[in-house]
């Protein structure tokens, strides 16, 4: 599985940016697909997730309320939607898939990652 981010940019604090994750082939019915992202010095960060079959959604409270994760299985590609941007949302986001929901806040535990997008929010 290929995963390929865009979507990324610069955008004002409070601003609006929406990010995809285009997959290779179809995802297999149990794949988990997650966004994290990771800022200059630090590790990476569970941002949200969402269940390929079940379009079931899992957010960071850090983001919650903020950003917005769908599907469009029809392309294969996913969508993180990321509204009233603050200048701590900046870094390089990266989506990956694993099998594993259960387990959907652990890096570790996803096979596939994209190249990653950078978002950079000036306050």
């Known amino acids: 599985v290929q995963l390929q981010a865009s979507g990324g940019g610069v955008v004002q604090a409070g601003g609006s940016l929406r990010i995809s994750c285009a997959a290779s082939?179809?995802?297999?019915?149990?794949?988990?697909i997650g966004w994290f992202r990771q800022a200059p010095g630090k590790g990476r960060e569970f941002v949200s997730a969402?269940?390929?079959?079940?379009?079931?959604?899992y957010y960071a409270d850090s983001v919650k309320g903020r950003f917005t994760f769908s599907r469009d299985k029809a392309k294969s590609t996913v969508y993180l939607q990321m509204d009233s941007l603050k200048p701590e949302d900046t870094a390089v986001y990266y989506c990956?898939?694993?099998?594993?929901?259960?387990?959907?806040?652990?890096?570790?535990?996803?096979?596939?990652w994209g190249q990653g997008t950078e978002v950079t929010v000036s306050s």
């Open positions: 990956g898939t694993t099998d594993k929901w259960r387990f959907l806040k652990l890096a570790s535990k996803y096979k596939y």
């Open positions: 082939g179809r995802p297999e019915s149990d794949t988990t």
């Open positions: 969402i269940g390929w079959h079940t379009d079931s959604t």
